[in-house]
Nanobody, 118 residues
Framework: QVQLVESGGGLVQPGGSLRLSCASS????????MGWYRQAPGKQRELVAL???????NYTDSVKGRFTISRDNAKKAVYLSMSSLKPEDTAVYYC????????????WGQGTQVTVSS
């Protein structure tokens, strides 16, 4: 069982910045991908950013150029640096880890609220 613990959410004004952190109990070598998803009220959960074991990254179009996903292998952590935040970025943000496989088991954090409002 892999534990994922997010932190760093909060209330920020439009145009502001936040950095989310996700601490993982999984070893670096067991992880295939780590990512950040978000779910706004009344909407489906969507992928925000993903980092693959080799280091390549993917972003949803709406956050490209504003968000950056990174990782610290020694700390077994992944981060999401968010800048130029918009009200439409308001959501609960979830950390996700998918292990190497098969069976590519998947784990989720408890979520952290990000609210962008003036």
């Amino acid at each position: 069982q892999v534990q994922l613990v997010e932190s760093g959410g909060g209330l920020v004004q439009p145009g502001g910045s936040l950095r989310l952190s996700c601490a993982s109990s999984a070893t670096f070598f067991s992880i295939y991908t780590m990512g950040w998803y978000r779910q706004a009220p009344g909407k489906q959960r969507e992928l925000v950013a993903l980092i693959i074991s080799g280091g390549s990254t993917n972003y949803t179009d709406s956050v490209k150029g504003r968000f950056t996903i990174s990782r610290d292998n020694a700390k077994k952590a992944v981060y999401l640096s968010m800048s130029s935040l918009k009200p439409e970025d308001t959501a609960v943000y979830y950390c996700n880890a998918r292990l190497r496989g098969p069976p590519y088991n998947e784990y989720w954090g408890q979520g952290t609220q990000v609210t962008v409002s003036s």
